[in-house]
């Protein structure tokens, strides 16, 4: 109750210091504390609370400056607006990481989640395939689908693959000014955000049946101590004798043993990868990159001491002098004569002459 209180007052004394703020400061100031829970920080029950006063302030004012028609295209948006459309998105974010009332906030979440999903359909910026997803998400269904485990793997990498290229892409077009490219920003920013409103929904609908699971389970009930109960303590563990030596073994560990076993059963016999082909190959690029920076450093430190060498008389002629001594050596001693493959060779140094 007074966690009620207080946070009716912290909303009231919210929109009277935001009263009088334009929407696009009071947008930024709610993209701010996102991005500090996205980033582990500020992550308490305060922030959170804050975040979603911001979030109500907006929604409000979008409302009333009626930002939005039904009739438009996504395409038609004025650019500064677009980034209004990711409010419902900002809602289901926040919902999902707070910790109280827990089993409330997962539906508001998804509630959230599906309202972004329906208006980016509106938008039609949904696939095929993900308004399936959105209808049985409607029906509370899960979206993952039952695939065997190859199949359910590159699935995976392939959603995975596509998040990552189109953060990459944002990356590039974060800084950017023009209306076209901003336009372009926000709409990969849209499709990204689709993918993990997919699958943050899949998640709560799991962390829902887990909870539901031990509400119905009930708590742990206490442990009731008797006298049979100390008796049956008192009684010696049955025990399973080892073959091929006089000691014994607890059947308990025997049965733990084979719990393991079971538990491998399906466990292939070789390491499953942890990186993605993807990121290896990031990963080599990016060495590569340092070692050719490494080598023409090199390069170029060297070329510095050639030029500089070759201003200095005593440098220059120290160098002359060890070329010709090379070439002299080379005259004296013959390609391969050195390598004698562990045998003694007599050199010759004349040819015989024939006899008469």
Known sequence: ????????????????????????????????????????????????????????????????????????????????????????????????????????????????YIEFLKLMQHYLK???????????????????????????????????????????????????????????????????????????????????DAINFLEARGPAKPEIKTEKKEEEKAKPEPTSVRKGSGGVIPAKELVDKRWDLQKDVFKPGYSM?????????????HLMEENTEKYNDMNEKEKKENEADIDREDVSDKKTMKAREWDDWKDLHDKGSGNTMGKRVQKVTSLPQPSS
């Open 1 to 112: 109750y007074q966690r009620r209180v207080h946070g009716n007052q912290y909303k009231i004394r919210m929109e009277k210091e935001l009263e009088y703020a334009h929407i696009s400061d009071i947008f930024k100031k709610a993209e701010v504390l996102y991005k500090s829970f996205i980033n582990d920080e500020n992550c308490d029950e305060a922030h959170y609370t804050e975040a979603i006063s911001i979030l109500n302030i907006c929604t409000k004012m979008i409302k009333e400056q009626a930002l939005f028609s039904p009739n438009e295209e996504f395409a038609e948006i004025k650019v500064e607006c677009l980034k209004y459309v990711l409010v419902p998105y900002y809602y289901g974010e926040i919902y999902g990481r707070s910790n109280i009332e827990r089993k409330a906030k997962l539906f508001k979440s998804n509630e959230y």
């Open 273 to 285: 990868p942890t990186i993605s082909i993807e990121e290896f190959g990031e990963h080599q690029k």
């Open 126 to 208: 949904l696939t095929k395939q993900q308004i399936e997803d959105l209808g049985e998400i409607k029906q509370g269904i899960i979206t993952t689908k039952k695939l065997n485990p190859s199949d359910a793997r590159t699935e995976l990498l392939k959603r995975h693959a596509e998040k990552k290229a189109l953060e990459a892409e944002l990356k590039l077009l974060k800084e950017t000014t023009e209306e076209s490219s901003v336009r372009d920003y926000y709409s990969k920013l849209v499709k990204c955000s689709i993918i993990k409103s997919f699958e943050n929904i899949n998640m709560n609908f799991k962390e829902l």
